[in-house]
């Protein structure tokens, strides 16, 4: 099989975990050049939640329906964006230049107050914990930096 014909079956599979997050409102940034227009100047003013995306199965389970549910909250970020690891590399890799001195880790989320960290959940904040707790987590952050 080509090469091009497994990157199509990839994308196929992957795409209803990226509309799991876009359908609610988080912008993908696919490429670098995306990443850093998004994380500089005026468009990193305010609160940020970045969702480091992931085709694993807590992803599935659990992040991106806490993210969901997070944002039923009386209190968001300003600002709302993903990036796919595995799937969107150099795009991923560009984002957690932003996420100083913290480990890579996917699926994970990470608010950005005027562009530097202020939280993040990292994949052992998320695996094996409920959907509740996660979303509460979160809720908890934007109360704090939203």
Do not use: W
Request: with cysteine; aromatic share 8%.
């Amino acid at each position: 099989m080509s090469q091009n014909f497994y990157f199509q079956q990839m994308q196929m599979m992957v795409q209803p975990m990226r509309d799991e997050l876009t359908r609610i409102g988080v912008k993908e940034l696919r490429t670098p050049e995306e990443v850093q227009e998004t994380f500089q100047g005026e468009a990193a003013k305010g609160t940020s939640l970045v969702v480091v995306n992931s085709v694993c199965g807590c992803a599935a389970g659990l992040a991106r329906p806490a993210v969901a549910e997070s944002l039923k909250h009386e209190k968001t970020p300003d600002h709302l964006y993903t990036v796919f690891a595995g799937q969107d590399k150099e795009a991923t890799a560009e984002a957690r230049q932003y996420f100083e001195g913290q480990p890579p880790s996917s699926p994970s989320f990470v608010i950005l107050k005027d562009g530097k960290l202020v939280h993040m959940v990292h994949r052992h904040e998320i695996e094996g914990v409920s959907l509740e707790e996660i979303a509460a987590n979160l809720t908890n952050a934007y109360n704090k930096y939203c």
